[in-house]
Nanobody, 115 residues
Framework: VQVVESGGGLVQAGGSLRLSCVAS????????AGWYRQVPGKQRDLVAH???????EYVDSVRGRFTISRDNAKNTVYLQMNSLKPEDTAVYYC??????????WGQGTQVTVSS
């Protein structure tokens, strides 16, 4: 199983980025997915989640600015991030999970928002 994120980078405050996460080696369409972020010295926190059926959920700090979506034909989950703020700076991780203890993580992609 491989989970690979891409799309991170450096952007000015107010700008946008789209993260992508491609999964292989699993039946992607049956799995839920989430985007998490982590800053040094802090725990990894959930940002957005999408069910296998495509229902999204967001934490309050990103609701209205971020959009999570999935394309099952491409085994890919996306995170569109608009109106970025310096406090969005973090390493963003993709998680794919099924039932019970089935969970897969990507290696992370750095997002840096300058003020």
């Amino acid at each position: 199983v491989q989970v690979v994120e891409s799309g991170g980078g450096l952007v000015q405050a107010g700008g946008s980025l789209r993260l992508s996460c491609v999964a292989s080696g699993i039946t992607f369409s049956t799995k839920a997915a989430g985007w998490y972020r982590q800053v040094p010295g802090k725990q990894r926190d959930l940002v957005a989640h999408i069910t296998s059926g495509g229902s999204p959920e967001y934490v309050d700090s990103v609701r209205g600015r971020f959009t999570i979506s999935r394309d099952n034909a491409k085994n890919t989950v996306y995170l569109q991030m608009n109106s970025l703020k310096p406090e969005d700076t973090a390493v963003y991780y993709c998680n794919i999970h099924g039932n019970f203890l089935e969970t897969y993580w990507g290696q992370g992609t750095q997002v840096t928002v300058s003020s």
